[in-house]
């Protein structure tokens, strides 16, 4: 049974940091690692999906990177900035159709 | 297109009552899943259609709760009889294919008084 762990729960960082979410998981035969993210009371926004023969992904100052035979996923954050304060998810999704979350690393970034 | 659609964003009722949620696709997304949130935690699996089909159901779903996606289009989320424990955010996802990634829709929040 797959199970993704997120550390920290949460973080506090200065505006303008740099920043890495951890994301871990534990069976490495994974489709793809989707991160998302969250605001209060809202629903998931997609930030970036790295398939399982990919090795990182990139958007804007967000950068995601995968690796298989460690059960690891980074989330990279550069220049942060206040409305990037929200929870972050990971996902990664088997050949079962089904996606496995952890609980998330709410950000706050301290103006 | 303007993504999955859920209806509606909030509802809130006694215990005991049924209610019905709605989910809406991105049109030519032949994969449709529900899941459910509650606080603090990330989501969990309930159930997924591929076309009209529904192919798994969680254990969490229990005989309360029943799901459908008429004709491959929008599915509707039926919970019978409910409990304060059913109070969650209720949410949509669809896909067009295993590796494409899900969307996600804004969700239904459920308070059971």
């Known amino acids: 049974k797959q199970e993704v762990t997120q550390i920290p729960a949460a973080l506090s960082v200065p505006e303008g940091e740099n920043l890495v979410l951890n994301c871990s998981f534990t069976?490495?035969?994974?489709?793809?690692l989707q991160w998302f993210r969250q605001d209060p009371g809202k629903g998931l926004t997609s930030l970036l999906l790295?398939?399982?023969?990919?090795r990182e992904q990139t958007s804007g100052r967000l950068n995601a990177s995968l690796d298989k035979s460690s059960g690891r996923s980074t989330l990279y954050i550069a220049a942060s900035q206040p409305g990037d304060s929200a929870t972050y998810l990971c996902?990664?999704?088997?050949?079962?159709?089904?996606?496995?979350f952890g609980t998330g690393t709410r950000l706050t970034i301290i103006p | 297109d303007t993504g999955v659609s859920q209806d509606p964003r909030h509802k809130i009722t006694k215990r005991g009552q049924n209610v019905t949620f709605r989910c809406d696709p991105i049109?030519?997304?032949?994969?449709l899943y529900w899941y459910r949130q509650t606080l603090g935690q990330g989501p969990e699996f309930l159930t997924y259609?591929?076309?009209?089909?529904?192919?798994?159901k969680s254990r969490l779903l229990s005989d309360r709760f029943s799901a459908e996606r008429p004709k491959g289009s929008f599915s509707t989320l039926e919970i019978q009889r409910t409990e304060q424990g059913d109070s969650a955010m209720y949410l949509c996802?669809?896909?067009?294919?295993?590796?494409?990634?899900?969307?996600f829709g804004s969700g239904t929040r459920l308070t059971v008084v």
């Open positions: 069976d490495s035969a994974i489709y793809n």
């Open positions: 790295i398939q399982s023969s990919q």
């Open positions: 049109s030519e997304h032949n994969r």
């Open positions: 996902a990664a999704s088997g050949g079962n159709e089904k996606l496995t």
């Open positions: 996802a669809s896909s067009g294919a295993l590796n494409y990634g899900y969307t």
């Open positions: 259609f591929q076309n009209e089909a529904q192919l798994e």
